[in-house]
């Protein structure tokens, strides 16, 4: 049951030879969902062996080019693989009309259909939701309409002890019940408390995407506690007042939020092509939130399986 | 002076792993020429260490998006570097068209002019032409209208001795006649021959550029005891249906144009993407073209400079 986030690509809107631009597969229990889709992700998800195949949905923050332009290259390509399942696009409503029109000069018919899911980026609200995982909105602080997307595993029922099925003999109709909490009262009238049936079931895990985005505190309830969140650093604290009309971040104010909202680990990235090294955005995040890692094109981030209690 | 070809991308449509989408760039005296325009082909530039400031002018030989896609974050990425240079196009008219609605969507405004070309893919005609080069479109069989590109440097002026010029003191205003080919009358009325006042010139060198295309014989006369040919070869021989049906060629097709061109040196390109490895398709043309190789990414093919006759 993977919860594994990949990074494509870290630049901000123009790539260098080492950091390609903006996108992330996250893998949930072999679910796999794009967020963003810059230039070269079909490249990038190539490289990181990630079969297209197992991408049904797409996450797009904003209308940006470097969010966006791989997805010309990647609807081609699924077209001459002769995908037929539908894919879906979560999206700003003007990004259908604009991709129709591709569609029509340079595909004509496609061998699949897209299903278009329209986001209001001013609100947080579900999404997504499937029996694993729900998708939540993010409003964020940029110069056009934007998102980032809250990833959270479903919480799960309690894992039963087959040996305590096979000790008591329990019968099949009484596991569901067993399973939401109940005790089981066996033939005899014994009782055997759940506790002794169950282990407690696996924490939740949940992903946070935050980018393009100026410092906004307004995120910080959404993202409360989460286990990963990725944070817009674009530029160093020296850049703040740069950081601030172009509606990004810098590495210091994203380590804010991540405090803040109390997160377990934040990961920076979006980094202008200016840096040919990014540690200093690193190392004054790491003076406020000690937990942080620079994104690296083909960086993979696990969030792992831990029970609730034992 | 330069005359030297980089492979951006060798694959064909479906990228790999390994081989990036079609963009070739022509280093002719250290101006830049790029030829088509893959997803990916700005991060395979920086890649390649070309500044993206020496690029003036770009050739699309076919509105197919894995010839084009790279346009997009290109022109993205020069207008945010702030480019003012006027940007040259060279395309099929329908791309101007498309163009202006993507940039009307993503970019509005741009630093920089672009000024398109409009080509007539039926004809070969002259489209370009300054001091040095001239290029002219090579008509190619394919599913929509498509064109090559022929590369050629101009014939350049004999290259007058300096160690003459001392010895017989000639003055500045004979110089220009015999680098004409004239030879010198001294002021005592003796004539210094031409032959030993210069050295031969260099030889004009040459580059053409041939996907996507079934085989045609047509574009033999222009092509004709040129340097290099990149010829597509999307496949091997025993796939010589599916090469017809698609409008591309086999290693095998490719050879025979380069011999019935008399060409020096055959580069095959624009892979199928289910040749992981490409030796077959190399090994059929060399078979009857020797000196034929594989475009891999990254792979630079200069033309030395050599004098006419020494």
Redesign the interface.
């Known amino acids: 049951m993977s919860f594994e986030l990949t990074i494509l690509g870290s630049s901000a ?5 080492k950091r ?2 903006t996108a992330h597969v996250l893998n949930v229990h072999e679910q796999f969902f794009l967020i963003d889709c810059g ?2 992700t ?2 990038q998800l ?2 990181n ?1 990630i079969g297209f195949a197992k991408i049904d949905n797409i996450f797009i923050s904003h ?4 969010h ?3 997805l ?2 990647l609807i ?2 699924f077209n ?2 002769g995908r037929t399942k539908d894919l879906h696009i979560f999206a700003n409503p ?1 990004l259908e009309i ?1 991709l129709n ?2 569609i029509q ?3 004509k018919n496609l061998s699949y259909n897209i299903v278009y899911h329209h986001i209001n980026p001013k609100l947080s609200e579900c999404i997504y939701d499937d029996n694993n995982l729900s998708v939540h909105t993010i409003p964020l602080k940029h110069r056009v309409p934007t998102c980032g997307f809250l990833f959270a595993e479903k919480k799960r029922a309690l894992n039963i002890r087959k040996e305590k099925i096979k000790e008591y003999n329990i019968p099949i109709k009484d596991i569901a019940d067993i399973k939401n909490g109940k005790d089981y009262i066996a033939n005899d009238g014994v009782i055997v408390k759940n506790s002794e049936l169950t282990c407690p079931p696996y924490k939740t895990r949940s992903y946070a995407y935050c980018t393009d985005t100026a410092y906004t505190e307004k995120i910080v309830s959404i993202i409360k506690n989460i286990d990963l969140l990725f944070h817009d650093a674009t530029f160093a604290k020296n850049k703040e007042k740069q950081a601030k009309e172009s509606f990004h971040s810098t590495g210091e104010q994203a380590a804010k939020i991540a405090k803040l909202a109390n997160v377990k680990k934040l990961i920076l990235g979006h980094f202008s092509s200016r840096y040919k090294n990014v540690s200093p955005i690193i190392e004054e995040a790491k003076k406020i939130f000690a937990n942080t890692q620079a994104a690296e094109d083909g960086d993979i981030f696990s969030v792992e399986l831990v029970r609730e209690k034992e």
């Open positions: 809107a123009v790539p260098t030879s390609n631009l230039e070269g079909q490249i190539r490289r062996k209308n940006h080019g470097d966006v332009f791989g010309f290259g081609s390509t001459l693989l003007n604009f029109q591709h000069f340079f595909e």
